[in-house]
């Protein structure tokens, strides 16, 4: 079966995030091409800042990757929170300014951002902004008072902030989400300085499980009808995606790779291009 390479470069990318290294030989095998050309992949993956090559294989580019959120929420739905942060990735990679919110599928979502100097991040997530340190977008801390247990900036000087700056688009994760309630989370705090990045943002991107779908958080966020786009896994309940594909939101369906299907025309990027996407439904 013929892989693409850019599913080649995904497929890459997952076994790094889950093995924390590859080896070259066994992946062509697997893949069913040359070493050679594993080893272009890896070159163009180390060339954008996601991996540091090694003898015979790659590290992850940020081995701190497993630091991220290392708590028990970030072992849950670990393989579905990848795809989501890959794809949506893939729908904001043409934007200059972006807020990036807290969570841990946000913090995959960060993982394959790719490196481009021209693009400024603003985030209140102090492992986000550890891994994009390394790269080369510009990141903005919002900074304030530290929440131990995410590790994410709160309080009135990071909501401060937020007011300082305006995005092209706003990619938040979600304690819950559900048509009736919009997107809400667990703590007041949190829940206030992702509202501020929704409410000064053109565009807002949702990365949520579909375990976080038709459940509410006790602290409201904001409304469904301000989703614009919401990226979540195949397990998202059908009736809860249809009310908020009514409230206004595309709602895009991160699938693996091997398992993808060519939509049936152009989806549009956030910057008005178009651009290939999984199965995706307005």
Do not use: W
């Not at 794809?87 to 960060?110: H, K, N, Y």
């Not at 007041?188 to 976080?212: C, I």
């Amino acid at each position: 079966m013929l892989v693409l390479p850019v599913d080649r470069r995904h497929r890459i990318l997952e076994r790094v995030s889950e093995q924390q290294s590859i080896h070259i030989g066994e992946l062509a095998q697997e893949l069913g091409v040359s070493e050679m050309t594993i080893r272009r992949d890896v070159a163009r993956l180390e060339r954008d800042g996601f991996l540091r090559r090694t003898y015979g294989g790659a590290t992850a580019h940020v081995t701190r990757s497993l630091e991220l959120a290392f708590n028990a929420r970030a072992l849950q739905h670990a393989a579905s929170k990848r795809l989501i942060g890959m794809t949506a990735a893939e729908l904001v990679r043409d934007v200059s300014t972006m807020f990036v919110g807290i969570g841990t599928t946000t913090e995959q979502f960060a993982q394959f951002l790719p490196a481009r100097q021209e693009l400024t991040v603003i985030t209140g997530s102090i492992p986000i902004a550890s891994l994009l340190g390394t790269r080369s977008p510009r990141v903005v801390v919002l900074g304030g008072s530290v929440r131990r247990d995410e590790l994410s900036c709160i309080g009135p000087v990071a909501a401060a902030t937020v007011r300082r700056y305006h995005a092209d688009v706003a990619v938040l994760g979600a304690a819950g989400l559900s048509a009736r309630h919009g997107v809400s989370e667990l703590n007041d705090e949190e829940a206030e300085v992702q509202r501020l990045m929704a409410e000064h943002s053109d565009s807002l991107v949702v990365v949520a499980d579909s375990t976080k779908l038709g459940f509410t958080a006790p602290v409201r966020v904001t409304d469904a009808d301000r989703i614009d786009t919401l990226v979540t896994d195949e397990g998202a309940p059908p009736e809860e995606v249809e009310r908020l594909k009514a409230a206004g939101a595309r709602v895009v369906i991160a699938s693996r790779p091997s398992t993808r299907q060519a939509p049936a025309g152009p989806v549009a990027r956030l910057d008005g291009r178009a651009a290939s996407s999984d199965r995706s439904t307005r």
